[in-house]
């Protein structure tokens, strides 16, 4: 039997395996199970029944970190990671996201292998697509999320300053808000108020908020909030200035966007046109590109002249796409 048939099947094997072990939901019959004792916990007249029910409840709310003790050894630093996942919005965990990970580096390994390539050749540029590919997605959601946020966030603060002007209090205009947005604006200011109600502190709420989405739109906001605590003041003007402010902002962002996109386009294409038209003719004819993969014991480190030459164009070129990405890149 020819082995990349077998060295296929086995990837596969291992690829399904992973899949349905990180996948697998929890069993039906338990979580029933679970429901029905937390509805008795919190229904009983008894005082055990409602202390049992109380602790079960704040054990399965603790954050641990058995997933990330796990994972420690595949993953330098499983907290970022988790912070990343959480800010995309999605209920992805670390297991299924390295499962992912795990899935495209086979799947890449064996579509290469089936087309010739050499192992070690399919081992590494697998192993960069399983790294890579998931950490990008995972970036543009994380990015596409945040643009969605700040594009509805001045009509939050228009909604805050009108609750605030016919007199409610800050913490109910809080819930309104989440009520009355929709999108991520409404999901994190209903994160917001659930941790007021279990006690926090609103600075303490926001915080945490403006960390996990990391955007300077939120944090004006926090350090208004902030100081408008400690030295008072109108509030409501206040954050009709800042919705003004940010809306000032949005529309420099999309001005500079505008006037910058060409050079963006002409930059991506000169950066990606080369490395993609060497990645499908590899792929398309690999014997005629199957010099730049040959080592020759006689050249330069062992490297033949014609892997010199790709090397050397590949740096060059990683630099002039590093060049021009800075030169388009505009902070405001």
């Known amino acids: 039997m020819d082995s990349n048939f077998v060295l296929i099947m086995l990837l596969v094997a291992t690829l399904t395996g992973i899949c349905v072990v990180a996948f697998a939901g929890p069993s039906p019959e338990k979580a029933r199970r679970r429901r029905v004792a937390n509805i008795r916990g919190r229904h009983s007249e008894s005082a055990d029944a409602l202390l049992e029910a109380r602790m079960r409840k704040a054990i399965s709310n603790r954050v641990t970190g058995g ?15 988790a912070k990343r996942l959480r800010m995309t919005g999605k209920k992805w965990t670390l297991s299924q996201y390295l499962t992912t990970c795990a899935g495209i580096f086979l799947f890449v390994v064996a579509m290469l292998q089936l087309r010739g390539f050499p192992f070690l050749f399919a081992l590494m540029f697998g192993m960069a697509a399983g790294l890579g590919l998931p950490h990008w997605w995972v970036g543009r959601l994380i990015t596409k999320r945040v643009n969605a946020f700040t594009v509805k966030f001045p009509d939050a603060l228009d909604l805050l300053t009108r609750g605030l002007r016919s007199g409610l209090p800050i913490a109910e205009t809080l819930g309104i808000v989440s009520s009355e947005i929709p999108g991520p604006v409404g999901e994190e200011f209903k994160l917001i108020t659930e941790r007021i109600k279990i006690g926090k502190t609103m600075e303490q709420a926001l915080q945490e908020t403006a960390d ?121």
């Open 212 to 332: 996990r989405l990391g955007t300077p739109e939120f944090q004006f906001f926090v350090i208004t909030l902030s100081i408008q605590r400690e030295t008072g003041g109108n509030l409501a003007e206040t954050l009709s200035n800042l919705a003004n402010v940010l809306r000032q902002r949005a529309q420099m962002k999309l001005k500079i966007r505008a006037m910058s996109s060409e050079s963006k386009a002409s930059a991506y294409i000169i950066g990606v046109l080369p490395f993609l038209v060497f990645g499908m003719i590899c792929y398309i004819n690999y014997n005629y590109m199957s010099p730049f993969f040959t080592p020759d014991p006689a050249g330069i480190f062992g490297l033949s002249l014609m892997q010199v030459i790709g090397i050397g164009g590949l740096c060059w070129m990683s630099i002039g796409a590093f060049i021009m990405a800075q030169m388009v890149n505009f902070e405001i």
């Open 67 to 81: 997933e990330g003790k796990m994972l420690v050894s595949l993953v330098p630093n499983p907290e970022n990671l």
